[in-house]
């Protein structure tokens, strides 16, 4: 019979890269708790409408990549409804605080959030159709202070702090610029942006043609996505468009100078790329992608995001301008894998898994009660245990310890009957003899 497999980009994550996926994300949440962000947990399944209307119809996520479907009515009180499986986050944070009216409050909601999302792309390395996001938004009425520089700088400024905490290292001249690079740009207020869509579609007409199949369509349908192109033989057309730095108002100008000054002040480092316009349609004014150059091949960018002010009218709620990001979760486990692989290797060392504190070896069946009873005194004193079956012969627990543990903690006949075990320890291959009161002390002081 053929066995089954999981889905085509789809993953298992397994121990010990789990142990990894649990650092990211308590460092993160560490970091986010000290901003004053809150968790929230959106559902991961939603009307495929707020897509539609949040993310923008002629999208690539919307337009080919989202898993939709008809969910049929199952009482006579249920309509049928469409829905998708969320392939970002945002639209359904900005839906939670229409409906549960956050914005109420008057107050600004920093808010995080951590899980998987779905797209349909062609699956590769750091590319899959499910992945895990790391993102927080900030968002609240104009009166909350939502809509200040200081909010996007101190977002910027946050992430920075993340990538530090986590010993990504900023890419310099010094580490041949293997690290990561802040880019950010300006795509302007609602007002601007439709004027720079118009030069861009009018400046397109006329080179069009010379140009990839892929963004001849999209000079039809979505004219900014021609700037993300990565077609090598478009790139000369698309450097003489014109500039969305030309199109901006005086506001925008002056909230990206600010912007830029507060992360000045900061330490941060960063590039403005007047190319960089990002994929979903409801981006305005700061926008920003960090990219990083170790483990990630094609697929370096490792986070994106930018400022939303018009999202939450665009699903039917109040004016609540708001700025967030969404870290690609699998590409920052993959940037520290390769970092990781990278030390090592020059260290001369392969990299050792974390051990556990002790494997406690019964001698025969008759002790593997007492042993239970042991690892779970030590267990709930915080300490990590494994325990071996007293059917095992004493060789074959010795190597499982010295594989897995720091010490062996053997408990045989006398041992159980005095209270008092044979501890080996593998390092300085000291063997001796510990109360079990005295285990707890003994084994975490290793
Ligand atoms: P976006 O929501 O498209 O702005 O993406 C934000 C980040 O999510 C990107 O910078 C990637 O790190 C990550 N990401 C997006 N799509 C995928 C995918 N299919 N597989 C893995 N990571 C992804």
Redesign the pocket.
């Known amino acids: 019979m053929s066995t089954i497999k999981a889905v085509r980009g789809t993953r298992d994550l397994l121990p010990p890269e789990t142990a990894l996926w649990n650092r990211v994300e308590q460092t993160a949440r560490d970091v986010f708790r000290r901003y004053n962000f809150g968790e929230i947990r959106t559902p991961v399944l939603e009307a495929t409408e707020l897509f539609a209307r949040g993310v923008g119809e002629e999208t690539d ?1 919307v337009s080919k990549e989202m898993y939709t479907w008809e969910d049929r009515a199952r009482a006579a009180s249920e309509k049928a409804q469409s829905l998708t499986l969320r392939p ?1 986050n945002t639209a359904g944070v900005v839906r939670a605080y229409i409906e549960h009216k956050l914005g109420d409050t008057g107050q600004l909601q920093k808010l995080y959030y951590i899980g998987p ?1 779905f ?1 349909r ?1 062609r699956p590769q390395k ?4 499910q ?1 895990f ?1 790391i993102g927080a938004e900030v968002i609240g009425p104009s009166s909350s202070g939502s809509e200040s520089p200081l909010r996007d700088a101190e977002v910027l400024e946050m992430l920075a702090a993340l990538l530090d905490a986590l010993e990504i290292p900023r890419a310099s001249e010094a580490n041949d610029w293997k690290g990561w690079k802040l880019q950010l740009n300006s795509v302007g207020s609602s007002t601007d942006r439709p004027r720079y869509v118009a030069a861009l579609r009018e400046a397109l007409l006329p080179v069009r043609d010379r140009m990839c199949p892929d963004n001849q369509r999209r000079a039809e349908t979505n004219p900014l996505r021609v700037l993300d192109s990565k077609d090598e033989a478009d790139q000369e057309i698309i450097d003489a468009l014109p500039k969305i730095a030309d199109y901006l108002d005086d506001a925008s100008k002056d909230h990206f100078a600010q912007v830029l000054a507060a992360l000045d002040a900061c330490g941060v480092p960063y590039m403005v790329n007047p190319r960089l316009v ?3 349609d409801y981006y305005t004014r700061t926008t920003f ?1 960090f990219t990083v150059d170790v483990g990630l091949g094609t ?1 370096n ?5 930018g400022r939303y002010d018009g999202l939450s009218e665009m699903l039917g709620g109040p004016r609540a301008p708001g700025i967030g990001f ?3 979760e ?2 920052l486990v993959l940037t520290l894998q390769a970092l990781e692989e990278a030390a090592a290797a020059s260290a001369g060392e392969v990299s050792i898994m974390p051990k556990l504190d002790a494997y406690l070896a019964p001698l025969s069946p008759a002790q593997n009660a007492a042993a239970l009873s042991l690892a779970r005194d030590l267990r709930s004193s915080g300490l990590s245990v494994e325990v071996g079956d007293g059917s095992f012969r004493l060789k074959k627990s010795f190597e499982t310890a010295d594989r897995v543990a720091r010490s062996i903690v053997i408990l045989g006949e006398d041992e159980v009957a005095q209270s008092v075990a044979t501890v080996k320890t593998f390092a300085s291959n000291e063997q001796r003899k510990v109360p079990f009161a005295d285990l707890r002390m003994a084994l975490a002081t290793e």
């Open positions: 996520i970002e999302q797209r792309e750091g590319r899959y159709r992945f996001q990002r994929g979903l992608e697929q960018a490792l986070l994106g995001g969404a870290i690609g699998d590409r």
